[in-house]
Structure formats: C-alpha cells, structure tokens
C-alpha cells in the first residue's frame, strides 16, 4: 500500500495567515492526490482533487499544488471557519490511502 | 440536495455481526460508484469498501476481507455493509460516501454510523 505521510501534525496560526501543509507519498501518484476538510463531529469535505483542482463550492483561499511524490495544501488567508483537521488522500493505486491529518487550531 | 442516511450502528460483542444502511437521495444513485470509509475514535481515515454502479465489482481494504460485504440495491435507493467476525479493531465511525464522476474522490459522505465491538 501506498504510505501517505503529512505534516506538520498540527499548527497553531492566527486569522489572516497564510499556511502550508505537505503530503508525501511513499510512491509516485503522478497527480493523483486530494485533500479533504474535517470539522469535529462533521464528515470529511472534499477541497482539492487531481493535486490542484478546487471542489465546487471551495473557497479561493484553498489552494493545491504538487506531482509525484510531494504535495502541498495553501490556505492563502486563514479564517475562522478554517480551523479543522485536513487530510490528503491518494487516488493512484487502491487502497486509497490516507494521510494521518493536521490539526489546524487557533493561536 | 444529495443526501446520504447511514443507519444500524451499535455495540456488538467481539465475533458478532452488524449490517449497515445508507440511504441516498437527491441523486441518480445507480450511477454512481459508492464506498463505505471509518474512522476509529480520535483517528484518522480508513476506505472500507467500494462498489460499481451495478454492484458487478466490489473491492475491499485487506483488513476486512472475508468478514465485510458491500452491497447495494438501486431500486431502494441504498447501500450496505454486512460486517461478520467483527474485532475491537473495527469500532469506529462508518461513513458512507459517494464516488465522484472522476472516479478518484468522496465528493459526498454521510454523518456516519458509530459501530462498537466490546465485550
């Protein structure tokens, strides 16, 4: 199975920041990799799919990049319905594997 | 709007058995691949299961191999999971979630059925 390794494992940041999490797969997935949104005791919510693309809905804010092994999820401005937990996802290979998350918490 | 009712959660004893539903609306349900994914309490995300539109095809995590089945009845409108053998391992919330046209993402999920294995 193909690893999915993020970090940081958790972040403070105040509203209005820019912040940066990274995803690493164990293998190259081309560009075969998502990012989902969890709120607590909310269901997962798709924001980035194929590494770049933004979910319908999605705010500009939200941003993807990345190929083959590294991936990166930019939140340009933080806002206060950002703070959650984010996960990356590969689609490449099943089974479609995710990353352990990051908290995103206020500071 | 698309909505998906996961339902038939509960505590069940370890080796016991625990059938889930899912409810969808607001879709063309047949048209679509569905998947049930967990979450164990306070961890991450794990995909379960997947099904085809017409249920010809079916792909499952190893861990639950030869104990789960995903199934599905279109003229209903729903989705299952048939869990036997169940572990402690196994306690955690199941969601059921749609694939999206692309093939490659959850593009809808369900609140979630909390499932618990425990003596």
């Known amino acids: 199975d193909i690893q999915m390794t993020q970090s940081p494992s958790s972040l403070s940041a105040s509203v209005g920041d820019r912040i940066i999490i990274t995803c690493r797969a164990s293998?190259?997935?081309?560009?075969?990799l998502n990012w989902y949104q969890q709120k607590p005791g909310k269901a997962p919510n798709l924001l980035i799919y194929a590494a770049s693309s933004l979910q319908s809905g999605v705010p500009l804010r939200f941003s993807g990049s990345g190929s083959g092994t590294d991936f990166t999820l930019t939140i340009s401005s933080l806002q206060p319905e950002d703070f959650a937990t984010y996960y990356c996802?590969?689609?490449?290979?099943?089974?479609?594997?995710f990353g352990q998350g990051t908290k995103v918490e206020i500071k | 709007e698309v909505q998906l009712v996961e339902s038939g959660g509960g505590l069940v004893q370890p080796g016991g058995s625990l059938r889930l539903s899912c409810a969808a609306s607001?879709?063309?349900?047949?048209?679509?691949?569905m998947s049930w994914v967990r979450q164990a309490p306070g961890k991450g995300l794990e995909w379960v299961a997947n099904?085809?539109?017409?249920?010809?095809?079916?792909y499952y995590v190893d861990s639950v191999k030869g104990r789960f089945t995903i199934s599905r009845d279109n003229a209903k409108n729903s989705l299952y999971l048939q869990m036997n053998s169940l572990r402690a391992e196994d306690t955690a919330l199941y969601y059921c979630a749609r694939v999206g046209v692309t093939g490659t993402t959850w593009d809808y999920w369900g609140q979630g059925t909390l499932v618990t294995v425990s003596s």
């Open positions: 099904i085809k539109q017409d249920g010809s095809e079916k």
């Open positions: 996802q590969q689609s490449y290979s099943v089974p479609g594997t």
């Open positions: 293998q190259s997935i081309s560009s075969s």
């Open positions: 607001g879709f063309t349900f047949s048209s679509y691949w």
